[in-house]
């Protein structure tokens, strides 16, 4: 049996290679994402198949991410479900080529190369997505759409397509679809104690991003923030460099997060989002039709994205919980003290708000838009 098992391995592996080394990686990962580079059969269809796409389409349409394809499982950025999408809303005048796995680059680095047109369209986090274009940094407001539907009702609304979108595309992009993960967390490392409250972060030395906002919340709620390199977290975590961070369930199981952590907290404060941005001058010089098939192929993977959420979270949480992670959600009365003490209701944030949203009343229309159940339902955790 075992040798049965290394035999269909190394058929895969040869399977896997002769296609990427005839310039089929695409096709590779397709079979593979379907679990079939064991079959020669299954690879020479799908490499066929994807051929026949390619000749056929007017336009090819590079969408590269940091994520391998499997990676949906417990981080649901929908990245197979995308391409098809958008190469049948188009009748197939659109052939989309997958860069996934950061094969060319990752979160600002894919934004920037959207942007300049080096790519037609990348998936990244709002936050990465921030310093190009700053407006979308709302959602790193806390509490103002920290919990699934609050952010799913809030960038699904005329508010921000009227008030953020024109933003987003004087800077070069055009959001196709936002991607709902799940809220970020307080993740403690092992040896740490459990995080309850707001007191419970007193001297504890919490990684943050660069985002200026994230950093003044954990302020406010009583951390030390010690910014962190992404690629530098694991290891800052694991030598005590720092004590806790704060990405969603499903981020801390894929970047292997699960063997060094001992509590996980539900706050919602912040949501953990994604964007696929197009590049707006290549979207603009796509026909009518073609324009709404992508459009369209976005709003479809975006229902898909949120069916996909809770059975996501539950496959990230069973992983984490089989490596000794204890979860924690609060009641309200917990979660209220939380925003007491960092919400965006507190004056400190006015700053933020006029600069990001351009005035006080436009604030006010987004924080009512987040409160207002749109035509998208998610599961909240």
């Not at 593979?32 to 490499?47: F, H, P, R």
């Not at 207002?372 to 909240?380: I, L, N």
């Amino acid at each position: 049996m075992s040798y049965e098992r290394d035999g269909l391995k190394s058929a895969e592996r040869r399977n896997f290679l002769k296609l990427t080394a005839t310039g089929g990686f695409t096709a590779a990962m397709v079979a593979g994402a379907a679990g079939m580079l064991w079959s020669s059969e299954a690879v020479a269809q799908t490499q066929q198949e994807e051929r026949e796409r390619e000749k056929a389409a007017d336009h090819i349409m590079t969408v590269a991410t940091a994520y391998v394809l499997g990676a949906s499982r417990s981080y649901p950025i929908m990245q197979l479900d995308f391409k098809e999408n958008v190469q049948n809303a188009t009748n197939g005048k659109v052939y989309v080529k997958l860069a996934p796995g950061g094969q060319l680059g990752a979160g600002g680095a894919l934004a920037q190369a959207v942007q300049t047109g080096t790519i037609q369209c990348a998936q990244h986090s709002l936050s990465n997505f921030a310093p190009f274009a700053p407006a979308v940094d709302l959602i790193n407001m806390p509490y103002l759409c920290g919990s699934n539907q609050r952010f799913t009702n809030m960038v699904s609304s005329d508010t921000w397509n009227t008030e953020v979108h024109p933003k987003v595309e004087a800077a070069g992009f055009k959001a196709l679809y936002y991607v709902n993960i799940d809220p970020r967390v307080v993740a403690v490392r092992k040896g740490g104690n459990k995080v309850i409250t707001p007191g419970d972060l007193a001297g504890v030395k919490f990684r943050v991003p660069g985002s200026k906002m994230l950093q003044q919340y954990y302020r406010m709620v009583g951390a030390n923030p010690t910014p962190v390199a992404w690629g530098e977290t694991p290891s800052a975590i694991k030598q005590g460099v720092a004590d806790a961070l704060d990405p969603s369930v499903g981020a801390l199981y894929v970047f292997g997060f699960k063997d060094i952590l001992s509590h996980v907290t539900f706050t919602q404060a912040v949501p953990d989002a994604q964007v696929f941005s197009c590049n707006l001058e290549w979207f603009n010089s796509l026909p009518a039709d073609v324009q709404e098939g992508v459009m369209w192929a976005g709003e479809m993977t975006r229902h898909q994205n949120l069916a996909k959420v809770p059975s996501a979270r539950a496959f990230a949480m069973s992983e984490l919980v089989k490596a000794g992670v204890e979860f924690h959600t609060l009641s309200e009365d917990q979660l209220a003290e939380w925003q007491a003490a960092g919400g965006y209701q507190r004056s400190e944030w006015d700053g933020f708000k006029v600069e990001l949203a351009g005035s006080m009343d436009v604030f006010a229309k987004l924080e009512e838009a987040a409160g207002e159940q749109g035509r998208h339902y998610v599961h909240d955790a």
